[in-house]
């Protein structure tokens, strides 16, 4: 990791947003009829790698094809990871200044998504404590990505459990 990998808060991250948007929506059309800012970006005050996440939500059974070359149209690959939900990220290669998740429009990986950014915008102490684990992990003295990543699921799978249940979206 170099220094200019991890990032403070831009007030200017709401506003790439919306200017992807536009160009994801022009694109998409009908396809995807909500496209939302979330992770760190999304969160006024977070600090991060500077990413700017977004969720395309897409209604159920959605063909792969009908978005896949509408994306890469715009420069976006395709990444594997470690769930069914497609994932793009764009440039090619690093640094990435995009990520798009694909789910299904109130699908569980799209609620959990915006639970996540809405009850760190709404929990300041929680916010704090991830803000503070994401501050100790990029000054660790590897500056390792992937350790960066990887020890913070715990803390945010937690705390997405949470928001979920704040959100009421938890089915119980």
């Known amino acids: 990791m170099t220094d200019r990998d991890f990032h ?13 948007r536009e160009r994801l929506g022009s694109v998409l059309g009908e396809i995807a009829p909500d496209v939302q800012h979330v992770g760190s970006t999304a969160i006024p005050g977070m600090p991060g790698k500077g990413i700017v ?14 978005y896949d070359g509408p994306l890469r149209g715009l ?3 395709e990444r594997p990871v470690d769930r069914p939900d497609p994932f793009y990220t764009k440039p090619s290669v ?8 694909v789910a299904v429009a109130g699908g569980s990986r799209a609620r959990s998504l915006l639970a996540f950014r809405d009850y760190l915008r709404a ?3 929680d916010a704090a404590r991830y803000e503070r684990l994401k501050r100790k992990l990029a000054d660790h003295p590897e500056r390792d990505w992937d350790r960066y990543s990887r ?3 715990e803390l945010a799978s937690e705390l997405e459990a949470r928001a979920v249940r704040w959100a009421g979206q938890d089915g119980g």
């Open 75 to 77: 420069g976006y690959i």
């Open 94 to 101: 690093k640094p990435r200044t995009h990520n798009v998740h």
């Open 151 to 153: 020890e913070k699921v």
């Open 8 to 20: 403070e808060y831009s007030p200017e991250w709401p506003s790439v947003f919306e200017m992807e």
């Open 123 to 125: 929990h300041p102490d």
């Open 53 to 66: 996440d977004i969720l395309i939500a897409v209604p159920e059974g959605t063909p792969q094809s009908a």
